[in-house]
């Protein structure tokens, strides 16, 4: 009874501050629109749940085509940082390695490495699914295959499925362009899949 009794008194007590408070703000408001001019609100450049920077990470599958006369896959790790500029548009630094090898006598690595930044634009909306878009230019570097780098762009996008809170989980597909001049002075058409875990903060 006690208890009960005591939960009673500090819900009073808060209903009062709160009844308070709300005739402060009428005050206020009566105030201000007596005067000639009510002072505007700051532009907002990001919505409530929006945060300035985006951390991706996660599982990247690659294919490469035709890179010194070789086809081949790797799989590698993708991590990109986003810093949002407003509610939709913000510039991307990403960085893809990627590991692999071709069979034969002796065995061939094709680890690689991209390294880029670029445009980086979100469709906002009220769901669950945050559609993205994205177009990266750099240079693609090959370790083992031949100590060889390129110019190279990617441009693609995915989607962000929210999970609660800061966080997400993305899907994504790339186009990779590359430049190598063996065998030929051609751009080399590469794509790349992927998925992993987002962090707003």
């Not at 913000?90 to 692999?100: I, Y």
């Not at 071709?102 to 634009?121: C, D, E, R, W, Y």
């Not at 051609?186 to 962090?199: A, K, M, P, R």
Request: with cysteine.
């Amino acid at each position: 009874m006690r208890k009960l009794a005591v939960f009673c008194g500090m819900f009073f007590l808060l209903a009062l501050t709160s009844a308070a408070q709300d005739s402060a703000v009428g005050a206020v408001g009566f105030d201000a629109s007596s005067s000639s001019e009510a002072p505007a609100d700051p532009p907002q450049m990001f919505s409530s749940d929006r945060l300035p920077w985006q951390l991706a990470i996660g599982y990247q599958y690659l294919h490469f085509s035709n890179i010194l006369g070789r086809t081949f896959n790797n799989n590698g790790l993708n991590t990109s940082l986003t810093r949002y500029l407003s509610n939709w548009f913000g510039l991307e630094g990403a960085v893809v390695a990627g590991f692999g090898s071709i069979a034969g006598t002796p065995v061939i690595g094709t680890n690689s490495l991209f390294f880029g930044a670029g445009p980086h634009i979100t469709v906002t909306n009220d769901s669950r699914l945050e559609p993205w878009f994205h177009v990266l230019a750099g240079g693609q570097h090959f370790a083992r295959l031949r100590d060889i780098t390129s110019w190279a762009f990617i441009a693609g996008g995915g989607v962000d499925i929210k999970l609660g809170g800061r966080g997400a989980w993305r899907i994504q597909g790339d186009y990779v362009g590359t430049h190598f001049t063996e065998p030929g002075n051609i751009t080399q058409q590469n794509y790349s899949f992927g998925s992993g875990l987002v962090l707003n903060f």
